[in-house]
């Protein structure tokens, strides 16, 4: 599931220019050339290297067709020294989807440290890299008027445009097979090798991790420590379960709001009623006040979305509130936005790691009974019909198998997260030995970087990650969600 602060910074700028140069002829080595940086990016505030990782897309294979990696390279402004002497190891970033980048929102990352300096790249180099398939790399698997969110394709024209545009990037020769978590793990072996790296740590949120594991699972040795902000491990089921833990987050909240006297008095028995207002969604599509009308597609996209969102949490009773009393705009502002992937790429990762171990039948059997789960399997099987028409080989069993290291690795959750709940990140740890589990109340999808407890919290754990964190700053587990009563006008 994508990190949405991260995609904030990539919807921010354009394309940057240049990157995409002549392929060379058949070569085995990874080549890093350096590029200018966007003329905009501020020059004073971290000493910045940009550049292109070139690859081979299908290594080992005869195959003379080489792929391109965007790099950003942050030098630290005050570098830590270990007890030991030593200055730390580079961060290596993972950014969430798939389908999601970083090197596009770096422009505004240095415009945010010139106001915050120790917001990043303070005791260790950062470098960031848009993985393979997405963001300033060459190719780049957009498909431009094709609408997917992580509930799925909103509509059958959007499979049917997905299908399109993944066959058409087949028929350009790119070989859909060789953009997934374990190749992007040899592009960072690759790369620690080209910028004159000995070891590296790992810091990824939602996707992020998925990536991080595959490097943990694939080359441990050039890894010291790991952070995982909302993670999303190998094991976890893409569409299966989805519907399930989108309606628990659901209840989390409306269970929040009962536990309050004035919100329940506000938005009694909200639960039962929502979900009967789910049910007329199931039998076809709902017109609102204004006249304007959605499907049952429109309200899975509102859930899952608002569900992630800070805002949208606190905001949710009142929101229900006003979908019941026939006030649609809530729906209709998530359908304004729903391009925020790199969606070929996106689809590329489904289709290879997550949807061949998985199916339509088992998402249904899950949901059944539950009308607000329900609401979540039209678009989720959509899914499955794209990888049906795309075929392409089904990963190794070893990708969607628990990792088990004895790497430091700090797991990050939130209390409130329809994607990557808190169970899924438990379960995922109990494969590290040396992890570190944290569950921050009242949190959502993207925790680390909402608050400067957890960014503390991750810098010291870089710092020593033998020690344990300091979690006193973190709110009580029984802190009370402070709920926003004006919903959305209609």
């Avoid at 792929?67 to 580079?90: M, Y």
């Avoid at 945010?112 to 398939?133: E, I, K, N, T």
């Avoid at 039209?378 to 290291?405: H, K, M, W, Y």
Wanted: proline share 9%.
């Amino acid at each position: 599931m994508i990190f949405r602060p991260v995609a904030a910074l990539v919807l921010s700028l354009g394309l940057w220019v240049g990157l995409a140069a002549a392929t060379p002829a058949r070569a085995a080595a990874p080549v890093f050339t350096e590029k200018p940086c966007p003329a905009d990016w501020p020059t004073d505030v971290r000493k910045t290297t940009c550049g292109i990782l070139t690859v081979d897309e299908a290594r080992g294979t005869g195959s003379d067709r080489r792929i391109e990696v965007a790099v950003v390279v942050l030098k630290a402004s005050q570098p830590f020294t270990d007890a030991s002497g030593r200055t730390l190891p580079p961060v290596f970033m993972f950014h969430g989807g798939p389908g999601g980048a970083l090197t596009p929102g770096v422009g505004n990352m240095l415009r945010a440290l010139s106001r915050r300096p120790d917001l990043m790249a303070v005791d260790q180099d950062v470098v960031l890299f848009d993985q393979r398939g997405g963001g300033r790399g060459d190719p780049s698997m957009d498909c431009p008027g094709v609408q997917l969110t992580d509930a799925g394709p909103p509509s059958d024209a959007d499979r049917d445009g997905l299908i399109a545009c993944l066959k058409a990037y087949q028929a350009k020769g790119i070989d859909l097979n060789r953009y997934n978590a374990a190749v992007i793990a040899d592009d960072v072996r690759d790369l620690v090798q080209v910028l004159g790296y000995d070891r590296i740590d790992l810091w990824g949120g939602s996707y992020g991790p998925r990536i991080e594991a595959a490097v943990i699972t694939h080359h441990p040795r050039i890894v010291r420590a790991a952070v995982m902000d909302s993670p999303w491990p190998p094991e976890g089921n893409w569409a299966v379960g989805t519907p399930e833990q989108v309606s628990a987050a659901v209840r989390l909240i409306l269970a929040k709001c009962q536990a309050q006297a004035a919100c329940a008095a506000r938005h009694p028995n909200l639960q039962a009623r929502f979900e009967a207002e789910a049910r007329k969604w199931l039998a076809g599509p709902v017109t609102g006040k204004d006249g304007r009308a959605f499907t049952v597609d429109d309200l899975s996209a509102f859930l899952m979305d608002t569900t992630y969102s800070a805002t949208g949490v606190r905001r949710l009773p009142a929101d229900l509130e006003g979908i019941i009393a026939g006030n649609l705009t809530p729906v209709a502002e998530i359908a304004q936005n729903r391009t925020y992937y790199t969606e070929g790429q996106h689809m590329a990762h489904l289709c290879k790691e997550e949807l061949p171990f998985e199916s339509k039948a088992r998402l249904a059997a899950g949901a059944a009974g539950d009308p607000v789960a329900e609401v979540l399997v039209p678009s989720l099987s959509r899914l499955f019909d794209v990888c049906d028409a795309v075929g392409e080989t089904p990963a190794a069993p070893i990708e969607n198998q628990p990792v088990r290291t004895d790497i430091p690795t700090l797991f990050v959750a939130a209390e409130i997260d329809p994607g990557c709940p808190p169970p899924l990140t438990e379960a995922a740890a109990k494969g590290y030995s040396r992890s570190q589990v944290v569950i921050v109340t009242n949190a959502t999808h993207g925790v680390i970087n909402a608050s400067p407890c957890t960014r503390k919290m991750a810098r010291d754990f870089l710092r020593d990650p033998s020690a344990p964190v300091d979690r006193s700053c973190l709110p009580a587990a029984d802190t009370p969600l402070d709920f926003i009563e004006a919903a959305s006008a209609g």
